[in-house]
């Protein structure tokens, strides 16, 4: 499996590029920003993206999404709550999902986690031994839950759900604010204030 980590604009936001190297389908997750960038990385490895996956429709993590969708012709999928959002961005080519919905791209299988808090369409993304977390789960803190749509409560039990996953799943944030750019689930559990506990 290709898997990159790119730090894009000035948020210091983290969009991600899963692809299978047999088939070279690709998804990039979270272009808020320098999609000319974001293609560059995914043309590097020789990949077709296929697939536009939002943890949730803030700005900042979809600003980018029509300009790859349009120069891919690619599926834009987002939690069926914040459909609206980017319905507005005027994207061909939309599927929504809910939790426990499984994507596949080539032979990768991608399953969706729906984690309500920071928005309420937040989801996280599952591959292997890999969740992309979205603004949901940073290394060493959590989204804000102050936001229009943010609640703590149903945050917590989001949290919940994800402290039950297998310790050594690496975790990838959808913001570069901790100590280093990813961390796993047994870090977390550890180290950040939110996930101790059960
Ligand atoms: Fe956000």
Redesign the pocket.
């Known amino acids: 499996m290709i898997f990159e980590q790119i730090l894009v604009g000035l948020m210091q936001n983290f969009c991600y590029i899963i692809g299978d190297e047999g088939s070279k389908d690709a998804a990039v997750v979270d272009p808020g920003w320098e999609t000319g960038k974001i293609l560059e990385v995914a043309k590097r490895h020789d990949l077709n993206i296929k697939a536009i996956f939002l943890t949730?429709a803030?700005p900042?993590?979809a600003n980018g999404v029509k300009a790859i969708a349009d120069a891919a012709n690619a599926i834009v999928y987002i939690h069926e709550k914040e459909l609206n959002e980017i319905k507005k961005r005027e994207i061909n080519k939309i599927k929504t999902i809910k939790d426990n919905d499984e994507i596949s791209i080539g032979r990768i299988k991608v399953k969706v986690i729906h984690t309500p808090g920071?928005?309420p369409g937040s989801v996280c993304y599952l591959l292997n031994n890999k969740i992309i977390t979205g603004?949901t789960l940073f290394v060493e803190s959590i989204?804000r839950v102050d936001l229009p749509g943010g609640d703590a409560r149903i945050m917590a039990e989001s949290l919940k759900k994800l402290k039950k996953l297998d310790d050594r799943i690496k975790v990838y944030p959808?913001h570069d604010y901790g100590s280093k750019p990813n961390s796993t689930i047994g870090y977390e559990k550890k180290h950040n204030y939110h996930m101790r506990g059960n």
């Open positions: 949730h803030h900042d993590h920071h928005t603004d989204g959808g």
